[in-house]
């Protein structure tokens, strides 16, 4: 379900001779890094999320797909592979493909515990996490779907100095939990701050994407293509001409490239079990960026689609 849309849009351009065979290509130019600000870390901007896609039992043919999407991940020079406890199989399934494709040390992981825990249920959660992944340390470990203002980091703070993750991060794709996370980011200033947000809709960059980046956390933006309904505005349409301005060959690259745009951005986490998809995904982390200039330019021309 989750690539339906795309595929769609896609296989409709491409029939009209408006997608480029190279949408696809994997080029030799490296993929961007960007600085996790309190860390110094330098993470590729272009990752994966695993809702949905990674949510599966007992498909072997999923599970190549999935072990490919990894692979494709990893040598088209990406590391992020964002999971979570509560995404049903998708954990456990991650686990396995590191494990299976030997990339684990490739590869920066990260996973989530819900914020409503307590002391007791997080620490259980980040055991279960551990032994689903198949690993005994994380590279970034996030409270998933904050909505108290008075949430603490102190215990992922903890776990940082034990060993069992190297970051900490908070994280929402709920916009009713906006008013929620502003006082968290002020008073706590987490490492990582995971937040919904695309050209579809900016309603994070009036108060968080600011306030994220004077905290000095390192900014995930999760939903990128809003749970495909951009693909679904966009079928029959050709791409417009400004794209090829910014190296863009495939929608989805000119909408993850206006999220990596952004200042306060440091790497974007669509999902996908295509393997193409994600060189394609991966293709928007190299090229031209739209400045502030190009940026109103696309939003201008969204408001017409």
Avoid at 205 to 220: F, I, Q, R, W, Y
């Amino acid at each position: 379900m989750s690539d339906l849309s795309r595929r769609t849009v896609l296989a409709t351009t491409a029939a009209a001779g408006l997608l480029p065979h190279a949408a696809f290509a994997q080029t030799g130019t490296p993929i961007l890094k960007r600085k996790v600000p309190q860390t110094g870390f330098l993470l590729p901007v272009v990752g994966i999320g695993t809702s949905q896609v990674f949510e599966f039992e007992n498909d072997p043919a999923k599970l190549d797909e999935r072990k490919q999407v990894i692979h494709n991940l990893v040598a088209g020079g990406g590391s992020l592979v964002d999971t979570a406890a509560g995404y049903g199989t998708a954990e456990a399934n991650v686990g396995i493909v590191s494990a299976v494709t030997g990339l684990r040390a490739k590869l920066f992981l990260a996973t989530k515990f819900s914020s409503r825990d307590s002391r007791e249920e997080a620490e259980a959660e980040l055991k279960q996490s551990f032994q689903r992944l198949k690993t005994n340390t994380v590279d970034l470990q996030q409270a998933w779907n904050v909505t108290n203002p008075n949430f603490s980091t102190a215990q992922m703070k903890e776990w940082k100095a034990a060993g069992h993750c190297k970051h900490y991060g908070i994280t929402s794709s709920n916009d009713g939990a906006y008013d929620a996370l502003a006082p968290v980011l002020k008073r706590e200033r987490p490492e990582f701050f995971q937040i919904n947000y695309s050209l579809g809709d900016r309603d994070a960059e009036k108060v968080l994407l600011p306030l994220a980046m004077d905290s000095g956390a390192a900014v995930l933006t999760n939903l990128p293509f809003g749970r495909n309904s951009m693909f679904r505005r966009v079928q029959g349409k050709p791409m417009p001409d400004f794209a090829k301005e910014i190296d863009c060959t495939s929608w989805a690259q000119l909408f993850l490239k206006y999220n990596l745009s952004h200042p306060a951005v440091t790497a974007v986490i669509p999902g996908t079990d295509k393997p193409e998809y994600m060189l394609d995904n991966l293709n928007a982390g190299r090229g031209r960026m739209p400045d502030a200039a190009f940026r109103r330019r696309i939003e201008a021309w969204w408001e017409t689609v």
